[in-house]
T-cell receptor
Framework: DTAVSQTPKYLVTQMGNDKSIKCEQNLGHDTMYWYKQDSKKFLKIMFSYNNKELIINETVPNRFSPKSPDKAHLNLHINSLELGDSAVYFC?????????????FGPGTRLTVL | GDSVTQMEGPVTLSEEAFLTINCTYTATGYPSLFWYVQYPGEGLQLLLKATKADDKGSNKGFEATYRKETTSFHLEKGSVQVSDSAVYFCALSDRVGGKLIFGQGTELSVKP
């Protein structure tokens, strides 16, 4: 029944490693997003995809590479992890790119880089 | 660029107290405005929204009115409960791809 799911929920890894976070939505939405929430709880958009096409890339380092194999999935791969990448990453989806649409958020993935 | 500013937290209230969380925005054009709530350990949930000037969003006793003249969208509730303890985020939706631009969040703690 989960609308937007993310795996894993927690991820602890060493600096320099490569890791992936997976996101799936079963709402039939066309648009998916990745947001980063820092230690002060500030949320910032990273990427947006609409029907598997990249729409927004918000000046995120090249080490971050989103991939959307189909419109129900948006995965986030991070290369060469750095201490500053420690954060909670939220996936979200919405019916379309329309500005008035509600976005549905996943439970978040807490990434800790040691 | 577009931005959202909301009052600093944490805010601590007694049960049944009146709540106001201030939110102001800067935007070109006419954004949609939202309040999202984040309960501990969870993702964000939409609390209410307003899509044009003078619209009032309401849900679960919370209300906010889209004020274009003061570029504000203040959140109010007449009588808070312990279960309202959470972090509240004001946000606007940018027309480019529908991305949300968030304020810094306000943590609310309601004591019995």
């Amino acid at each position: 029944d989960t609308a937007v799911s993310q795996t894993p929920k927690y991820l602890v890894t060493q600096m320099g490693n490569d890791k992936s976070i997976k996101c799936e939505q079963n709402l039939g939405h066309d648009t998916m997003y990745w947001y980063k929430q820092d230690s002060k709880k500030f949320l910032k958009i990273m990427f947006s995809y609409n029907n598997k096409e990249l729409i927004i890339n918000e000046t995120v380092p090249n080490r971050f590479s989103p991939k959307s194999p189909d419109k129900a999935h948006l995965n986030l791969h991070i290369n060469s992890l750095e201490l500053g990448d420690s954060a909670v990453y939220f996936c979200a989806s919405s019916p379309s790119q329309g500005a008035s649409n509600e976005q549905f958020f996943g439970p978040g993935t807490r990434l800790t880089v040691l | 660029g577009d931005s959202v500013t909301q009052m600093e937290g944490p805010v601590t209230l007694s049960e049944e107290a009146f709540l106001t969380i201030n939110c102001t925005y800067t935007a070109t054009g006419y954004p949609s405005l939202f309040w999202y709530v984040q309960y501990p350990g969870e993702g964000l949930q939409l609390l209410l929204k307003a899509t044009k000037a003078d619209d009032k969003g309401s849900n679960k006793g919370f209300e906010a009115t889209y004020r274009k003249e003061t570029t504000s969208f203040h959140l109010e509730k007449g009588s808070v409960q312990v279960s309202d303890s959470a972090v509240y985020f004001c946000a606007l939706s940018d027309r480019v791809g529908g991305k949300l631009i968030f304020g810094q969040g306000t943590e609310l703690s309601v004591k019995p």
